[in-house]
Structures are given as C-alpha cells and as structure tokens.
C-alpha cells in the first residue's frame, strides 16, 4: 500500500521519538495547523518527547539547539524552508566550530524542508545543499526513498550535528519503495536488478526520481542501468561509484541543486582522472534570470537523447 | 553565605592578574588578540560568588575578568593565552573563545549576540535535566554588551528563552563603546526597561561599581529568575579602565580613545591594584568599604605569586 512522502518520515520520526529518553523538538508550526503538511503531525504523544512551537527567531533557534546539545540533550529543530537556514549561519559555522573542540554531548539535527516545488519566484527558493554545508562541512543527507529514509532518520538520535533534508516537490508524492536496494558507505544508496551494468546513472541532491525514470526508459531499450542515490550533499569518497563506472564505461550525473560548488563536480573530476576512457555525462540545472522568475522549477533530461549519445 | 572580606579580596586578586596580563601584552608575549576587563571586575567577581555549582555562565570575547576570577591559578590563564597545552583550554581557545567547563564555564562565543542564543539553549537544556528531580534548580548567566545588544539575536533570544521559560540572566555591560565609537556616536539609544518590559522580562540597573552591592542584588535576582522561570536583564554601568584624550592638533580636535583590546597602554602598572583612584574603579569603591590595611598581606600574596609570570622573560 503507497504511503505519501511526508507520511513515510512522520511514521519513522514516531519511531524514533517513541522513548524515554528525553528529546526535544522545535520550530514553527511543529504541533500547529498542518504540522508541516503532515511531517510533524501527532509526535508530541510519544513518551520522553517535549514539542513546542516557536517563534520566527531561526538563528536564535539553531543556536538554542546547540545549547541543548552541549548539555546533553537530543533535540531537532524543524524549519520549512532552506531559506532560512540563512539566518543561521553564524551558529552553523561559529557555534558549531566550538561543538568539533568537543563540548557537544547529544545530537542535533535540523530537518529542512528544500522548497524545490517551483512557482516561488526569486525567493524562498534555495535548493543548495552543498555550497551551504560545505562553509562548516555539515554532515547533511537527502531523502528521495524508503529506503534512505530509514537509514538517515535515525540519525536524531545520534551523537553530533547534521543536517536532513527533505524536498517539497517530493511531498506531493508517495514514498518511493526500490526493489534492489543497497545502502553503501556514507549513505551512498544502489538502485539495481543486476551485479553488472551497461550504465551507471548517479544522482545528486534530489535528483533520483529523473535518475529512476532514465533507468527506466533504458530498461525498455534492453539497457541494464544501475542508479547510485548520493545521499550525502559532501561525499569524501567515490570509490564505489568508481568502481561501477569500472564495469559500465557509461556514467550519467544527474544534479538538481543550484549549488556553484557542486559535488557532482568533484565526482565528474574523478572519475576522469581515473578512468580517462569512460564516457561521462553530466546534467545539472543552471543558473540564469528566466531561472529566477516564478516558473515550475523542475529539472528535466532528454532520456531519449541521452541514450542515443551513450549507445547509439 | 557572602563574607565581604573574601568577595574583596577576589575583586584585588583579579584586577592584579589582569594587570599582570597586560604588562606581558607591553612585552608582546601574546600572538592572540585580547580584551583586558579592567574596571569590569565588580560585576564578574559578584557573578562569581553568588554562582551556585549547577550553575552555568556563558561568556562573550571580552571574557578575561570572569576567566580570571574563576580560575584561582592565573598560571593556567597566561598559558592559555601563550597557546600552551598546559593553559586552562588546552592551548585550543585563546582568549576570545575560552572556556572551563569544570568552573561552569560552558561556552564562549567572540561573535556578537551568538552566546545570548546558545545560553537560552544551555538554559532549557538544565530545566530538562532538572525536570521531575530533587536536584537544586539552576541559573544561566549570560554576558553580552551594549554593543551586541544591537544584534537581532539579543532580541531573538530573549523571545525565545521567555517563550522555552528558562531563567537565564542576560548581563549587559554597558561601557559605552562599541570598538571606537561610543553610543551617541552610532546608534539612537535603546531604552532597555521598554525593551524588557515589551517582553515581560524584568530590567534591574546597577550602577556605582560596588561589588558587594552587586552580589547582593544579583542573588535576588538569580531567585527570582529561578522562581518565575523567566529570563532577566541587569545591566551594568561601566567605566572600562585606561581610555584617555589625544592631543589636540590642527584640524584634529582632542577625542576619547578606548583601547577595545591589546594593550591599555596608560595603565603602566604591575603590582598595585588600584588603577583610576577613584568612584569609576570597582577596586577603589570597594576599599571604601574595608580599608585598604586590611587587604595589605593578601596583596603582597597576591603580587608573589604573580611573579612567574612577570619575571618569565620567555614569553
């Protein structure tokens, strides 16, 4: 039975809060009104959890998070937009440089919601994950499965900082459920049928569903397609999806985010260095004005002309 | 229980060692920026004695007169500043940034508004571990000055401590300056009463740097920060010690100069705790109180076991 996106992660947040032990969770909106189109709703019955709503005070909020951390306690502050993680800036990198000299105990966790949806013209917008997280080399993961989601969600509990990030676009969907899922190192996830591939699509960002739909559209032209999920906004290492691109010789990088320092730049970069004769294709949304003006947003690839650079 | 005599004695023994640090900031001993608190001790010595052991404080960059005054060893403070492992950090904060956590030294942040935020965490983070317990309530002290209370995140802060209901105990040392600029030169003045009022957030002024007078009210005020879980606001009158006039030349009218951090260098001093002579040093208002004979013995102790660090021609 298909569950919806937002859905899937409140039933595993229930999971992880039903507990003793203390948690607290905060931000706007967290027990009001939609409780974030559903994503919160319902939590603050599990044992052990304090849930309350908060004012419009996104920096105080991160810094409040750290706090909690440094006296113990587990707590996750969920924000609606990406957006505002802006306003924090000065926790994310100045306070957080203080919990890696180790005065953090517990775990905090942002859960971001990415406005990726379309129609919100020059604001509100933010979808850049890795140039965000790479000015204090945060640990933050997407979510575009089941499968992701249960690995990555119980991260709350976890001691440290990070960031999980959700997409808004995905909201309107069910929670995809991928038959031949592997979690790899760092939250790399596989998408295949087979151990050997003709091709190895990779997504960045929340890019998977165009990474699904291209392995798709290979399968009915006979192409066997493996799908790497890259979870994790700064990856430290490829060698998985090197060693794949190895078997394939046909790479096909998929990347949403408007980040400017994107990784999928870095893997783009490796797998030339080391494999100088595989084919390479990258996609990733560019930047320009006609982007910024309210238009649906969405990040789309020519499958068909794909195919034909790669096998024709 | 405060006995005024010790609460003295503290006062002389931190404006001394911060005199010390700055005659070895004369020598250029220090490769790290520092902001020296003289004439700011009154305040961070009350802090000091009416901390209870649960308690946590949360400091700002100009943090050296609580440092000082919560470390009886200022061996460990100068080794810090020299970025030795053996300094109350391990070498790894500086001056700015230093912490000690064992004295309840939680977090020190050299960004402006920052720690106001994170001390309101710190706070709920007690009241969650205090929760359906026996143990003592706890306190947040949180220092800021009339500089960072400008920032946003002063007012953010105090929303959110008063919305989680934490006693946290927003300390404003208000001296006037912001680096170079003195208030009237920067910004229309803030009516901090209006401000706490808007938010239901008690404002308690203290002024006249007597330190017992300050361990007095702000015991009262930590209680009733405690009872009513509520943050609160003191704001401190402050005359920071060493500023001076510049000569005045052609075109060049004579101007205020406050040192912000390094060296004070009109404050040339090392061993004789009084500085200014006068109401505007805590020091000097406090031996009005007890006289200075009383104090002679603990001096002389005081200025010998300074001395490693003046003699230490090393550094």
Redesign the interface.
């Known amino acids: 039975m298909s569950v919806g996106y937002a859905k899937a992660i409140n039933t595993l947040l229930h999971e992880q809060l039903l507990t003793d032990e203390p948690f607290v969770l905060f931000g706007q909106n967290v027990s009001a009104g939609s409780c974030l189109s559903g994503l919160t709703r319902g939590l603050k019955t599990a044992r052990g959890l304090e849930m309350f709503n908060t004012p419009n005070c996104e920096n105080a909020m991160v810094g409040f998070g750290f706090g909690l951390m440094m006296r113990g306690i587990n707590s996750a502050f969920v924000v609606k937009q990406h957006d505002f993680l802006l306003l924090t800036l000065d926790h994310m990198v100045n306070t957080y440089n203080m919990i890696k000299l180790g005065t953090a105990k517990a775990s905090f966790t942002i859960v971001c919601i990415v406005v990726d949806s379309g129609y919100e013209g020059p604001q509100s917008r933010l979808n850049n994950l890795a140039d965000f997280c790479s000015l204090a080399d945060i640990d933050t993961y997407s979510i575009s499965s089941q499968q992701e989601a249960e690995a990555i969600v119980p991260l709350l509990k976890e001691p440290g900082f990070r960031i999980i990030a959700l997409s808004q676009r995905l909201f309107r969907q069910d929670m995809r459920e991928l038959s031949g899922a592997t979690e790899l190192p760092d939250k790399l996830f596989r998408y295949a049928q087979t151990e050997s591939n003709d091709l190895s699509i990779v997504s960045f960002n929340f890019a998977l569903p165009q990474a699904l739909a291209l392995q798709a559209q290979a399968g009915e032209q006979g192409i066997s397609a493996e799908v790497f999920s890259v979870t994790n906004a700064l990856p430290k290492n490829f060698s998985d999806i090197i060693s794949a691109a190895k078997q394939s010789k046909r790479v096909v990088i998929l990347d949403d985010s408007r980040s400017v320092n994107k990784s999928s730049d870095r893997l783009h970069l490796a797998l030339l260095k080391a494999l100088p004769d595989c084919h390479v294709l990258c996609y990733q949304k560019q930047p320009s004005i006609e982007a910024i003006v309210p238009n649906l947003d969405l990040f789309t690839v020519d499958h068909t002309a794909i195919l034909h650079k790669l096998f024709a | 229980m405060i006995i005024e005599k010790d609460v003295i004695r503290e006062l002389i023994r931190t404006r001394m060692v911060m005199l010390a640090v700055n005659s070895k900031v004369r020598q250029r001993a220090f490769k790290i920026p520092l902001h020296l608190g003289l004439g700011h001790e009154a305040i961070a010595v009350a802090v000091t004695a009416i901390k209870e052991q649960q308690d946590c404080l949360v400091l700002s960059h100009r943090n050296m007169h609580y440092n000082v005054a919560n470390q009886p060893d200022p061996q460990k403070i100068v080794q810090e500043y020299l970025l030795e492992t053996s300094g109350a950090g391990q070498g790894?904060?500086g001056s700015m940034?230093l912490?000690q956590?064992e004295e309840g030294l939680?977090?020190?942040?050299?960004?402006l508004g920052?720690n106001?935020?994170?001390?309101?965490?710190?706070?709920?983070?007690?009241a969650?571990?205090e929760a359906g317990s026996d143990t003592a309530k706890s306190a947040t002290f949180v220092v800021t000055g009339d500089g960072a209370m400008e920032e946003?995140?002063f007012y953010?802060?105090l929303?959110?401590a008063k919305?989680?209901k934490v006693p946290m105990i927003v300390i404003v040392e208000n001296n006037g300056w912001s680096m170079y600029t003195q208030i009237h030169e920067r910004r229309f003045p803030i009516d901090l009463e209006k401000l706490g009022s808007s938010l239901s957030v008690p404002v308690l002024q203290l002024k006249g740097d007597d330190v017992i007078n300050y361990t007095e009210q702000l015991q009262a005020l930590r209680a009733k920060a405690i009872e009513e879980q509520s943050p609160v606001i003191v704001e401190v009158l402050i005359h920071t010690l060493g500023d001076y006039w510049t000569e005045e030349s052609p075109g060049n009218p004579s101007r205020i100069i406050n040192y912000h951090h390094g060296l004070a260098p009109k404050i040339e001093q090392t061993d004789d705790p009084e500085v200014a002579g006068s109401p505007q040093d805590p020091v000097s208002v406090a031996l009005q109180r007890i006289d200075r004979s009383e104090f002679e013995q603990d001096i002389q102790e005081i200025r010998a076991s300074l001395q490693p660090i003046l003699a230490d021609s090393n550094h």
Do not use: R
């Not at chain 2, 106001?116 to 007690?126: D, E, P, R, S, Y």
């Open positions: 790894q904060y940034n912490i956590p939680v977090y020190t942040s050299s960004i920052n106001l935020c994170v001390a309101a965490g710190i706070a709920k983070g007690n969650v571990l946003g995140a953010e802060a929303l959110m919305t989680a």
